[in-house]
């Protein structure tokens, strides 16, 4: 059974940082890409950083580009997204997904709320 696990979200000043985790349990990590979504607040979720299985390709979304690192230990089965310079706008619930065809896992999310 697979499972994805957040952590490290939480409340934050404009300008500040997070670093959140996602760890996977089950026969996914080492071989499949992963990525962090968001979902702020009646809008709709959107791709915010991918990473490839060998970590050699990354894909961030233009608003985070400079700001937000995506990496992973696939010895720990974990994949981490560093926030820096955080802004109102990058609040909302951060989920992992593992695109894993056919089947779609998601975590259950973790709350980021930058504070102005």
């Known amino acids: 059974q697979v499972q994805l696990v957040e952590s490290g979200g939480g409340l934050v000043q404009v300008g500040g940082s997070l670093r959140l985790s996602c760890a996977a349990t089950?026969?996914?990590?080492?071989?499949?890409?992963m990525v962090w979504y968001r979902q702020a607040p009646g809008k709709q979720r959107e791709l915010v950083a991918s990473?490839?299985?060998?970590?050699?390709?990354?894909n961030y979304v233009d608003s985070v580009k400079g700001r937000f690192t995506i990496s992973r230990d696939n010895t720990k089965n974990t994949v981490y997204l560093e926030m820096n310079n955080l802004k109102p706008e990058d609040t909302g619930v951060y989920y992992c997904?593992?695109?894993?065809?056919?089947?779609?896992?998601w975590g259950q999310g973790t709350q980021v709320t930058v504070s102005s």
């Open positions: 990473i490839s299985s060998r970590a050699t390709s990354t």
């Open positions: 997904n593992a695109p894993n065809f056919p089947y779609n896992y």
């Open positions: 089950g026969n996914i990590f080492s071989g499949n890409t």
